[in-house]
């Protein structure tokens, strides 16, 4: 049966692909600069005679044909690093200095390839069309799957479901996780200036006193979240970093103040953007401080379609056994997979890479973030068999 045949197939390839991501995880690049893995791409996906184009300056989309079918079927991964200093004493540890591949991108992208050379192989046994998207900067606004839509990656031909999965080290290795609905949070950047005329700060009646008007403005904006939002829903309004001043006893001219404010429900995401600018207007109006505020919107909530999700969660369940797959979880952390899963129905996955018992416990976005390596083998055959099995 197929399903067999791509489990067999999955643990031939699977030393070659834990090969393949070594190879990407010691050369990462950021956002929108991955030129060497784009080609290291091209390259394979050539070498196994799969034609694909590039979008988005390095994204890579390649289309595989099974028999003849009005089937559509896309999986995604994602390429780009973080700008990190990896502190893992391995074989395959970043070798550019401050970029590293912490949070799992290159598995995804080794996980996804290893699919393409079994979708490949039984494309004989399988009908329709898969398209196999390797996207640029997730990592980085306005994030690359806008851009790979723009380009028309959901077009011709256009997919009837998007189908991606993401490394989860608080997993563990074996076992898949799925959830319906909103499962990731919109995520916008919030980027403030607050100027005055700055002085002695002996004399702050002669000054306008910046870091005071910044100050009121962390606390203030906590109660958008905390008194103006439903408290049954999900949202988080986060001042990250406040920078201005220099010495004891000046009080500065320029205070700058970055945060994020992420959201479950995107009708009140952009209400509370309104409230925050009057809050902001507020608080320059009772200190005489000229405050400008930017919000860089960035990616929406990404939704899990319930069928096609629970149509992969039954394709799990038949593939790694039931015990395997669990609930899942709704996370404050964002992903431009919420772009496609606005336009297409789409079902992003966790991947368990966790393992306890070889201390491979780091969360991603961490310096010592490594995976069980076993992973990418599931990966490979679950990414595989939905390639091939799943009907929408």
Avoid at 13 to 42: C, D, G, M
Avoid at 354 to 371: A, E, L, M, Q, R
Wanted: one cysteine or more.
């Amino acid at each position: 049966m197929l399903k067999e045949k791509i489990e067999t197939l999955s643990k031939k390839y699977f030393e070659s692909y834990q090969s393949v991501r070594h190879h990407l995880h010691a050369n990462p690049e950021l956002s929108y600069k991955e030129f060497n893995t784009s080609k290291f791409i091209q390259q394979h996906l050539n070498d196994l005679g799969i034609s694909f184009q590039v979008m988005a300056e390095t994204g890579v989309v390649a289309i595989i044909e099974g028999k003849k079918s009005d089937r559509v079927i896309a999986l995604r991964a994602d390429i780009d690093a973080l700008p990190i200093q990896e502190e893992n004493n391995v074989t395959y540890a970043s070798k550019v200095p401050g970029v590293m591949h912490a949070c799992g991108h290159d598995v995804h992208t080794s996980i996804l390839l290893g699919a393409a050379k079994i979708l490949n192989e039984t494309k004989s046994e399988w009908a329709g069309t898969i398209k196999l998207i390797f996207q640029p900067g997730e990592e980085k606004n306005p994030g690359g799957a806008s851009l790979m839509i723009k380009d028309g990656v959901l077009e011709n031909p256009k997919p009837t479901a998007i189908i991606g999965l993401h490394v989860h080290p608080i997993l563990e290795t074996g076992k898949l996780s799925f959830k319906s609905g909103k499962v990731m949070a919109s995520a916008d950047e919030i980027y403030i200036s607050v100027k005055g005329k700055g002085g002695h700060a002996a004399t702050p009646h002669m000054t306008t006193d910046t870091v005071l008007a910044a100050s009121e403005l962390v606390v203030a904006l906590q109660q958008v979240v905390s008194r103006d939002k439903d408290p049954l829903s999900p949202s988080v309004l986060s001042i990250c970093s406040i920078n201005g001043g220099f010495t004891t006893n000046v009080i500065p001219s320029e205070v700058k103040l970055m945060g994020t404010f992420r959201a479950m429900d995107e009708k009140w995401r952009f209400a509370a953007h309104k409230r925050i600018k009057e809050v902001v207007d507020g608080i320059a109006k009772s200190t005489g401080a000229e405050i400008d505020l930017h919000i860089d919107i960035g990616y929406p909530t990404v939704y899990n379609d319930p069928t096609v999700t629970e149509k992969v969660r039954s394709i799990a369940i038949e593939t790694i056994g039931p015990s395997n797959v669990v609930e899942g979880e709704i996370r404050m952390g964002a992903e431009d997979f919420g772009y496609y899963s606005q336009k297409i129905a789409g079902c992003f996955f966790r991947l368990g890479t966790g393992n306890k018992k070889k201390n491979i416990i780091s969360g991603v976005h961490t310096p010592t973030f490594d995976i069980d390596e076993n992973a990418i083998e599931i990966g490979m055959r679950m990414m595989a068999t939905l390639g091939a099995t799943f009907q929408d």
